[in-house]
């Protein structure tokens, strides 16, 4: 009976050492699983930021070429040297019909009378006129200068592009304006509740899922944020107490505008002048998955520790009832 009874408590230790290993190892990996799932959620962000981040580069780059390429279009040199528009108009139609973001392109003349209107689906007054052409006689030839109109819908681009004649002689502007395709791809990149968003080099919306906050300080909604961003600009991450951010920077103006006073280049820095592009989220809902992780967690437990108290009680049943 003694025997029995030794037995009995040499199975109840082995039975309670059981149960404390598979305790600590099932915290192990819980805490584990935790970091991997946060650290995953955090990687998924980041990539599906770069192809957007990417297309926005490739997007000024083109502009750029397309914008060049139509400043230098042999019809609008001819037509600047024979005061004739409609072989450039023609031209100027075909390309606006074969290029969707493009809302409207202008062309004025030296003595700042518009020559050409060419427009896709609606036509957009310019304001501002004499600034343009200021603007214009400043950018050296096979340069641009671009800025953020706010239209009653949406933002859009607008862009300068001053027009020499063969001999260099200055002969006007084109006007284009642009709608890209990324403001709505960014509005439609929304994912539960994660937002993301376009912020310009002063720290205002470009592009927002809520229409009604571009044009606003991404500061309003996040105090502190916005010049950790350049602080950091080689880490992409960044957090604080509620909130995770991922970010990439995209550089409207490099390698394709310089505005320029003489030969004395002014006013944009093609690398620091950068926009950024954030998706944001709670780290709440970074770390969900981990609530089922955690009940998942919870009904094992549970699961084993029934069995051990189960077979807890078959010893006690088997030796003690014995005594």
Same mark, same amino acid.
């Given at each position: 009976?003694?025997?029995?009874? $030794?037995?009995?408590?040499?199975? *109840? ?8 290993? #598979? ?11 935790? =970091? ?41 040199? =001819? ?21 969707? !973001?493009?809302?409207?392109? !202008?062309?004025? %003349? ?28 400043? $950018? ?10 706010? @239209? ?7 862009? *300068? ?14 006007? #284009? ?15 539960? !509740?994660?937002?993301?968003?376009? $912020? ?11 229409? +009604? ?6 500061? +309003? ?6 010049? &950790? ?9 960044? !957090? ?9 920077? *995209? ?6 505008? %310089? ?18 592009? *954030?998706?944001?989220? &709670? ?7 981990? +609530? ?21 009680? @078959? $010893?006690?049943?088997?030796?003690? +009832?014995?005594?």
């Amino acid at each position: 009976m003694k025997h029995k009874n $030794i037995m009995g408590l040499i199975l *109840v230790f082995f039975l309670l050492i059981l149960l404390s290993l #598979v305790f600590v190892q099932s915290f192990s990996f819980y805490s584990i699983q935790i =970091k991997s799932n946060f650290a995953n959620s955090i990687d998924s962000m980041d990539q599906r930021l770069f192809p957007l981040a990417n297309n926005i580069d490739e997007f000024f780059l083109s502009t750029t070429k397309d914008l060049s390429f139509l400043s230098n279009l042999i019809s609008l040199q =001819k037509a600047i040297k024979e005061d004739s528009y409609i072989e450039v108009e023609k031209d100027l139609k075909n390309f606006i019909q074969d290029n969707f !973001e493009y809302l409207d392109i !202008e062309y004025y %003349s030296s003595l700042e009378e518009l020559e050409i209107n060419v427009f896709s689906e609606s036509d957009l007054q310019t304001k501002n006129l004499d600034y343009y052409f200021k603007k214009s006689k400043l $950018i050296s030839q096979n340069n641009l200068y671009f800025e953020i109109i706010q @239209g009653e819908e949406t933002n859009y681009l607008l862009y *300068v592009v001053p027009i020499y004649s063969a001999l260099g002689d200055y002969s006007g502007m084109l006007l #284009v304006k642009i709608l890209p395709s990324f403001f709505e791809d960014i509005r439609q990149y929304q994912r539960n !509740e994660e937002i993301t968003v376009l $912020i310009d080099e002063f720290g205002k919306y470009l592009v927002n899922p809520d229409t +009604k906050k571009e044009n606003l300080y991404f500061e +309003k909604d996040f105090s502190g944020i916005y010049n &950790k961003f350049y602080l950091n600009k080689e880490s992409r991450k960044y !957090e604080n107490g509620e909130y995770f951010f991922n970010y990439r920077f *995209v550089y409207p103006y490099l390698g394709s505008f %310089s505005l320029s006073e003489g030969s004395k280049e002014v006013g944009i820095n093609p690398l620091e002048d950068s926009w950024v592009l *954030v998706s944001v989220v &709670k780290k709440e809902e970074l770390t969900s998955t981990n +609530k089922t992780l955690q009940n998942s967690l919870m009904l094992y437990l549970f699961l084993i520790s029934f069995l051990v108290l189960f077979a807890l009680f @078959g $010893i006690y049943s088997l030796v003690w +009832k014995n005594k």
